[in-house]
T-cell receptor, first 111, second 113 residues
Framework: NAGVTQTPKFRVLKTGQSMTLLCAQD?????MYWYRQDPGMGLRLIHY???????AKGEVPDGYNVSRLKKQNFLLGLESAAPSQTSVYFC??????????FGEGSRLTVL | GEDVEQSLFLSVREGDSSVINCTYT??????LYWYKQEPGAGLQLLTY?????DMKQDQRLTVLLNKKDKHLSLRIADTQTGDSAIYFCAETRFYGGSYIPTFGRGTSLIVHP
């Protein structure tokens, strides 16, 4: 039972490059979230999804895009990476209003 | 918008009690949560409390909820060095038509031997 799996765990990009972070959950959860964690800032919501085929903007969506083509996967894309996007990214999922399950994080550095 | 507020640091001696405080914003939050994050890891649910409860106890953990003041606290009895971590308070905020878990900035608990 893997829970929530994020890939890759580490990535270094140059400014302007693009990349996609993949989040996969095997718990049949409806809701999925992408957060970023920066020192002293806690977790800030980037985008979220309330079901397959749906996405919505969170608190800090600029510079990111997402897709939820399959219920178990939630992809976070950076089309043109900027140094301000250096962060640790966490994916999370849950069924309804209960416990949020987190992945182990993806550490992204943009040079 | 308003933030979920927590103090950033707490330092205690091993064996003492730790109390981490949180002020939340959405009075309609059905659930309020405490998550724990160990170094290099994701967040894990530590405990939660329903909004119709005043207190919840789970072994060494006690959660107190004051709905009038929108104040939540987590008490860890007999704190151990293994309790050193970042603790996040979270509410469930109504946002964009859905209930979204919204986190405070986290309190770094440092336990001295």
């Amino acid at each position: 039972n893997a829970g929530v799996t994020q890939t890759p765990k580490f990535r270094v990009l140059k400014t302007g490059q693009s990349m996609t972070l993949l989040c996969a959950q095997d718990m049949n959860h409806e809701y999925m979230y992408w957060y970023r964690q920066d020192p002293g800032m806690g977790l800030r919501l980037i985008h979220y999804s309330v079901g397959e085929g749906t996405t919505a903007k969170g608190e800090v969506p600029d510079g990111y895009n997402v897709s939820r083509l399959k219920k178990q996967n939630f992809l976070l894309g950076l089309e043109s990476a900027a140094p301000s996007q250096t962060s640790v990214y966490f994916c999370a999922s849950r069924m309804g209003s209960g416990e949020l399950f987190f992945g182990e994080g993806s550490r992204l550095t943009v040079l | 918008g308003e933030d979920v507020e927590q103090s950033l640091f707490l330092s205690v001696r091993e064996g003492d009690s730790s109390v981490i405080n949180c002020t939340y914003t959405d009075s309609s939050s059905t659930y309020l949560y405490w998550y724990k994050q160990e170094p290099g890891a994701g967040l894990q649910l530590l405990t939660y409390i329903f909004s119709n409860m005043d207190m919840k106890q789970d072994q060494r953990l006690t959660v107190l909820l004051n709905k009038k003041d929108k104040h939540l606290s987590l008490r860890i009895a007999d704190t151990q060095t293994g309790d050193s971590a970042i603790y996040f308070c979270a509410e469930t905020r109504f946002y964009g038509g859905s209930y979204i878990p919204t986190f405070g900035r986290g309190t770094s608990l440092i336990v001295h031997p």
